[in-house]
Every structure is written in structure tokens, then in C-alpha cells.
């Protein structure tokens, strides 16, 4: 996924918010992990900023370009069906050597 090119100050809140690891420039570079985070984690108020600020097409990629472990089989599901992905694939896993 590309980094995001969208750099609001409520989207560099959201990432100092949502990837507290690392800078904000950082998790806009990693929008895969960014994105994930808030999908999975996000406060319905921010759920609603981020769909407004970047849309469903980028929710979507992200959906789609998921690193393992990152999302819930509940928020995964609810992803899914929220932006009419379907059929819902199984959820990535990390594989482990």
C-alpha cells in the first residue's frame, strides 16, 4: 500500500493515537499498519474522521493488504461486510518457521 499522502492534523492526531510506537510521519508511511490499527482499535469518532478523510476505497486496499495480526475475526468480519467485501477470506495468520 502506498503511504498515505494526505497529511491533516487529524490524521497525524489518529497516528501518534493509533501507532503510539512510532512518529506520526512513520504510520502515514505504513498506512497497511495505520489503517489496521484503527479499523481494529478505533473509537467510533474516529472510525467516521478516517472514512471521511480517505474514503472506502482506501479502507478497502487496506482491508485487503492486511499484515497478519493485526485485526480480529470480529473487526475483520465487520470490515468485510461494512464495505461489501464478500465473501469474507480467513484471516491472515503469520507464519511461524
Not at 491533516?8 to 501507532?19: E, G, I, P, R
Given at each position: 500500500m502506498?503511504?498515505?499522502?494526505?497529511?491533516?492534523?487529524?490524521?497525524?492526531?489518529?497516528?501518534?493515537?493509533?501507532?503510539w510506537?512510532?512518529?506520526?510521519?512513520?504510520?502515514l508511511?505504513h498506512?497497511?499498519?495505520?489503517?489496521a490499527?484503527?479499523?481494529n482499535?478505533g473509537?467510533?469518532?474516529?472510525?467516521?474522521?478516517i472514512?471521511?478523510?480517505?474514503?472506502?476505497?482506501?479502507?478497502?486496499?487496506?482491508?485487503?493488504?492486511?499484515?497478519?495480526?493485526?485485526?480480529?475475526?470480529?473487526?475483520?468480519?465487520?470490515?468485510?461486510?461494512?464495505?461489501?467485501?464478500?465473501?469474507?477470506p480467513?484471516?491472515?495468520?503469520?507464519?511461524?518457521?
Amino acid at each position: 500500500m502506498q503511504p498515505l499522502r494526505i497529511h491533516s492534523k487529524q490524521l497525524k492526531h489518529l497516528a501518534k493515537k493509533y501507532v503510539w510506537w512510532e512518529q506520526p510521519a512513520w504510520a502515514l508511511a505504513h498506512p497497511d499498519i495505520f489503517l489496521a490499527n484503527v479499523m481494529n482499535l478505533g473509537e467510533w469518532g474516529d472510525i467516521l474522521t478516517i472514512r471521511k478523510l480517505l474514503g472506502d476505497e482506501v479502507l478497502r486496499q487496506a482491508l485487503q493488504e492486511a499484515p497478519p495480526g493485526y485485526f480480529s475475526y470480529r473487526s475483520w468480519d465487520y470490515w468485510h461486510l461494512k464495505l461489501n467485501l464478500l465473501p469474507i477470506p480467513p484471516l491472515p495468520k503469520r507464519e511461524f518457521k
